[in-house]
Nanobody
Framework: QVQLVESGGGSVQTGASLRLSCAAS????????MGWFRQAPGQEREFVAG????????RYADSVKGRFSISRDNAENTVYLQMNTLKPEDTAVYYC????????????????????WGQGTQVTVSS
C-alpha cells in the first residue's frame, strides 16, 4: 500500500509555471506506475501525464504535450509535474495516483487502473 500527498499548487497568471510534487510513503515506490490527473468543476477527472516505474517512459494528454513534464525520483519516493506556459483551461484540482500493476509496462490513461490517490492540490490560472 502507498499513501500519496500532493503539494505545489497555487494561483498564477497565464504563462506562468508551477511544479507539483507528490510524495509517497509506504513500500516499494519504484514498483508503481504513476500518473497525474486533474478535475475541473463539473467535469470528469482526466489524465494529464504518466510515467513508468523506472522513469524511462512517459505519456501525456494532447492538451499538455510540450508544456508539462512528468518525472520521478525513486530514491526520494516522489513524482513531479512541471507545468509551463499555464493557461486558464489548466485550472483544476490535480491528483497524483499509483498503479501497482505487474503486467503493464507503461502508465495507463484510465482512472480505473489506479488504486491509490492523493487528496489533490488546486491549480488556478487567471488570464
Amino acid at each position: 500500500q502507498v499513501q500519496l500527498v500532493e503539494s505545489g499548487g497555487g494561483s498564477v497568471q497565464t504563462g506562468a509555471s508551477l511544479r507539483l510534487s507528490c510524495a509517497a510513503s509506504g513500500r516499494s515506490f519504484s514498483s508503481y506506475l504513476m500518473g497525474w490527473f486533474r478535475q475541473a468543476p463539473g467535469q470528469e477527472r482526466e489524465f494529464v501525464a504518466g510515467i513508468s516505474k523506472n522513469g524511462g517512459y512517459t505519456r501525456y494528454a494532447d492538451s499538455v504535450k510540450g508544456r508539462f513534464s512528468i518525472s520521478r525520483d525513486n530514491a526520494e519516493n516522489t513524482v513531479y509535474l512541471q507545468m509551463n506556459t499555464l493557461k486558464p483551461e489548466d485550472t483544476a484540482v490535480y491528483y497524483c495516483a499509483a498503479d501497482s500493476s505487474r503486467s503493464r509496462v507503461g502508465p495507463s490513461t484510465h482512472t480505473d487502473e489506479y488504486e491509490y490517490w492523493g487528496q489533490g492540490t488546486q491549480v488556478t490560472v487567471s488570464s
